[in-house]
């Protein structure tokens, strides 16, 4: 039978690839956007097992009767995709207060606010999986990714710890860290980027824009093939807790954890 799929930013890049793998797969989709109208245009028309509905994710009752609607018409929610969310890029004194909570909005508590809705759902019936797309900058940190990174940081730490919560209520979880995807993710139609100027910071930030224009639309991974991943992951019993997907993620990734084991070792010799 087909399981019922929620994806959130499903109008673009990463989500839109994962509503349309598991249409294709047989699922019935539940695709989600700030406008439902951009999503039916990602989509077009003409198969009764796609829905698409509005959501922006940081509106908390919004979710709830999403969530309430999809569970009333379909009976359930097997799988939830918390993917939406956009990245604030440049240096940390660059950015305003506001921008910063801005993240945080999103990626962190707009997240947080599909899971209470959907969450209650998939307990009743201790059964679900949720897919949380944060990051290889939930992982790593660097210069210019400081207010993404920490707003993905925030993602996986309470993600790791929910999932551990909800595993034995029968709601399993994975938790996703990218590389760089081919998507809107660097363009200015997604991406914001620090207003304040810092004479301090000018050269290095000039350097930084310099890399990100050259990435935007150049970026090695395929948002088709993960989305292929995890519609794959899905459809099996067990999951792995964690798919660091993409050659730069997993060295990235792995140059972090190296690090972190000397410093915890060097640690030892010092305290
Ligand atoms: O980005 P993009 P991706 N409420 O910009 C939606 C993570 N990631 O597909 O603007 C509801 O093409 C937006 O919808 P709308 C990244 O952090 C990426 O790459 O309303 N939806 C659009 O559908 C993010 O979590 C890379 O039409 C909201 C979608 O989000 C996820 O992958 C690397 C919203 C963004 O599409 C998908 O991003 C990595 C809101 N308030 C992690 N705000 C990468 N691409 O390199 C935005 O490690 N959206």
Redesign the pocket.
Known sequence: MAKVWMV??????????IARAALDAGETVVA????AD??REAFGDGNDRFHALA????DAEAANSVAKEIVERFGGIDILV??????ELGFFETFTDEAVRRQF???LF?TMNVARAVVPHMRKRRSGLIVT??????LVSSAGGAV?SAS?FAVEGWMEGFAQELAPLGVRSLL????????????G???SFGSIDIPDYAKAIAQYRAFIDAANGN?S?D?KLLAARIVEFASQNETPSRLVFGED?RQWAGAKVDQLRQEIAGSADRG
């Open positions: 959130t930013g499903a109008s673009r890049g990463l989500g839109c690839e989600t956007a700030r406008s951009a999503v959501l922006d994710i940081t918390n993917n939406a969310g956009y990245a909005e999103v990626n707009g797309i944060s990051s290889v900058s939930g993404y993905k996703v860290e990218p590389g760089m995807l081919r998507t809107d993710f660097m363009d139609k997604s991406a970026q991974g948002p993620a």
